[in-house]
């Protein structure tokens, strides 16, 4: 069973350029985080492409609102095995009418075929498509795209208890090690690939999003290949399952949310594709955005913090409007 989801963690982190708290007393009116990301220039968003992002519709809640989740999907290196399955799940209408099967309380929601290795499964389980990859464990990390224009995390001070250095870069968080490998980190809302017991890998049927705290254990041990950029709600509020790791019990499959579609953006009609941006990570914005993460002086705050782990520093993310 998709068991391998079980525990919350996090970690400690300071700048590789610590900052002196003794030499900036906060200042008053100081910007917030959200300030300096609002100043930001237009030449520091990137774009989104429609083939990096997936739209899924859940059914209406329960007042007949609908319900929609954009999930942006990572760049390479990282999982590009496990998107090309999805966007091939997505365009063989696979995810069509599966459902929300386990919400565990300050940790995962998960979606897929409810009669897939389901402790409550009750029919027969939808075949898969053909010509999915499998993927190998190795594959769980990537060799870095690690450049010294980012800010980095974890080198010169204290080190990071399940990574040697994390930083941000191309919009994601990304932590690695001395030996040359790097891998993406399990933040609140990103996305990643259920799976059985060792050796196997998860094709991309089986999904899940992280809604507690960042559960850091899980990094190299599965797959995260995307975030939730619009439409968390939806997701992070439904009921909490009974069962075993959250799944709903028998008596509660009433409670278990169907998903209508799930597409990738590009095969939508122009009109109907969601445009969105992230602010760039190699930006000075950005710089300033996460120092001030680490160091908030606007003026709620009393003492600045002096540090922030890596999933403290959420990249900015935007929708477009049409007409912008």
């Known amino acids: 069973m998709k068991k391998t989801i079980l525990a919350a963690a996090a970690f400690a982190l300071t700048f590789s350029a610590p900052i002196s708290l003794a030499a900036q007393d906060p200042a008053e009116g100081a910007p917030s985080p959200g300030q300096i990301v609002a100043q930001a220039s237009a030449e520091e968003w990137v774009t989104i492409a429609a083939e990096d992002l997936l739209v899924m519709t859940l059914a209406p809640d329960g ?25 091939t799940l997505a365009r063989a209408n696979w995810y069509d009418g599966i459902s929300v099967n386990r919400v565990q309380d300050n940790y995962v929601v998960q979606w897929g075929d409810p009669n897939y290795d389901n402790p409550e499964a009750t029919g027969e389980a939808k075949p898969l498509p053909e010509g999915l990859r499998v993927m190998d464990e190795d594959e769980y990390r990537a060799e870095p795209y690690h450049d010294s224009s980012t800010v980095v995390l974890g080198v010169d001070g204290p080190a990071d208890l399940y990574a040697d ?40 049927a089986e999904l899940y999003t992280v809604i507690g705290h960042a559960p850091r254990h899980l990094d190299r041990n599965i797959a995260l290949v995307g975030r939730i950029i619009s439409g968390m709600e939806h997701l992070s509020s439904l009921p909490r399952g009974k069962g075993e790791l959250g799944f709903y019990a028998a008596d509660e499959a009433d409670n278990r949310t169907p998903i209508l579609s799930v597409r990738v953006a590009s095969d939508l009609s122009e009109d109907e594709q969601p445009l969105f941006e992230y602010l760039s990570t190699e930006s000075e914005t950005f710089a300033q955005y996460a120092e001030a993460r680490a160091n908030r002086r606007d003026p709620f705050f009393i003492v600045p913090a002096g540090g922030a782990d890596i999933c403290n520093i959420p990249v900015p993310v935007r929708r477009v409007a049409d007409d912008d």
């Not at 609102?65 to 966007?87: C, D, H």
């Not at 980190?185 to 259920?194: I, L």
């Open 165 to 204: 250095w994390a930083t941000h870069q191309k919009g994601w968080p990304i932590a690695g090690d001395s030996d040359g490998w790097s891998w993406p980190v399990h933040c609140y809302g990103m996305v990643g690939v259920g799976r059985n017991y060792s050796p196997d890998t998860g094709s991309g």
């Open 63 to 87: 007042e007949g609102k609908p319900r929609e989740v954009i999930i942006q999907l990572m760049p390479a290196p990282f999982s590009q095995g496990w998107i090309a399955n999805i966007r």
